[in-house]
């Protein structure tokens, strides 16, 4: 699993308010991304990191902010949460060596918005 | 916009049998990713295709890349119920910066019945 973690888990807040999903990793890798799974739309990439402060936008991004103060944790924040953000979050890191240019997976925040 | 349109979109065998999945995409591509998800569960990479490749086998898996009609196809031979999962294409778009983003299709269920 390359050492990724997400907490939390599950998470169940009402409409309006802040949420913050961490992700954790333990291997020092410089690429790390946020994606969202819902129904019928696969995981769509929401924002992504090249780096500690160095963030860009993915494919859905408005409605969520990230920030990456260290090389390990890339947190990504609903500054104002609401029911069309209820899904179940993935973080990935990137690997990269000469036969191989790999994402991978921790296992997931499912997020509820009532 | 999803990049990938995977075919089919649910796919019941028998053990034993082979599984064929397919997967189309839009754009020039530098590589080709197909991964594997149990159900509640994060993404797991199976096997990836660069553009300049047109098969790759790994075990049970071989994968088929055909750039001119913007497609590709994974084949998974005596197929096991342990194989029962989700299955998604991914592809990494051409493009400036070597930032590894990647779209995914939406996937095809396959059940393998024992």
């Known amino acids: 699993d390359a050492g990724i973690t997400q907490s939390p888990r599950h998470k169940v807040t009402e409409t309006g308010t802040p949420v913050t999903l961490r992700c954790h990793q333990t291997?020092?890798?410089?690429?790390m991304y946020w994606y969202r799974q819902d129904p019928g739309h696969g995981l769509r990439l929401i924002h992504y990191?090249?780096?500690?402060?160095?963030?860009d936008k993915g494919e859905v991004s408005d409605g969520y902010s990230v920030s990456r103060s260290k090389t390990e944790d890339f947190l990504l924040t609903l500054e104002s949460a609401t029911s069309s953000q209820t899904s179940v979050y993935f973080c990935?890191?990137?690997?990269?060596?000469?036969?191989?240019?790999?994402?991978?997976f921790g296992p997931g925040t499912r997020l509820t918005v009532l | 916009s999803q990049q990938g349109e995977e075919d089919p979109q649910a796919l019941s065998i028998q053990e034993g049998e082979n599984a064929t999945m397919n997967c189309s995409y839009k754009?020039?591509?530098?590589?080709l990713q197909w991964y594997r998800q149990n159900s509640g569960r994060g993404l797991v990479h199976l096997i990836l295709?660069?553009?300049?490749?047109r098969e790759k086998h790994s075990g049970r898996l071989r994968v088929t890349l055909d750039t001119s009609k913007k497609s590709s196809s994974l084949l998974i031979t005596a197929s096991r119920a342990a194989d029962t999962a989700s299955y998604f294409c991914?592809?990494?778009?051409?493009?400036?910066?070597?930032?590894?983003?990647?779209?995914f299709g939406q996937g095809t269920t396959l059940q393998v019945k024992p």
């Open positions: 990935a890191i990137r690997t990269s060596d000469r036969s191989t240019d790999t994402q991978y």
């Open positions: 291997e020092n890798h410089r690429y």
């Open positions: 990191s090249y780096g500690v402060k160095d963030t």
């Open positions: 754009t020039s591509i530098n590589n």
């Open positions: 295709i660069r553009s300049n490749e």
């Open positions: 991914a592809t990494e778009p051409t493009g400036p910066g070597n930032t590894g983003k990647l779209i």
